[in-house]
């Protein structure tokens, strides 16, 4: 009985980490650094959701955030406390939505900006 339930658990396991890879198969990471910028509305008018990845550092000593909104819903907001101090947002933004990236007190320097189009 035990291998059985093992064995319906294992199948529904696979099938569901089968199902979230495919949903992977066939994605492209872009650099989009040199295109984005803080405080700017981006589309995402891929049809399909993206990922997005960006990893920035802090600009100056004492507390400041970088904060992202997707249709205007805050996020996410992650804290520098000093210059050099390196934190990565990643999130999701689904088809049709758009997002933007903004510095709390202090713009953070980015050091990395990409989207994952699925």
Do not use: C
Request: glycine share 8%.
């Amino acid at each position: 009985m035990v291998a059985d339930a093992l064995a319906v658990g294992n199948t529904a396991n696979s099938a569901a980490n089968n199902a979230l890879a495919g949903s992977f198969y066939g994605a492209t990471v872009q650099n989009v650094l040199a295109s984005r910028a803080l405080w700017v509305t981006y589309p995402n008018t891929s049809g399909r959701p993206i990922i997005v990845i960006i990893n920035a550092s802090g600009a100056v000593n004492g507390a400041h955030d970088l904060a992202v909104h997707v249709n205007n819903d805050a996020m996410m907001q992650e804290r520098f406390s000093k210059v050099g101090e390196w934190r990565t947002v990643v999130f999701f933004v689904p088809a049709g939505a758009t997002y933007i990236a903004f510095g709390v007190v202090a713009n953070p320097n980015i050091g990395k900006w990409h989207e994952v189009r699925l």
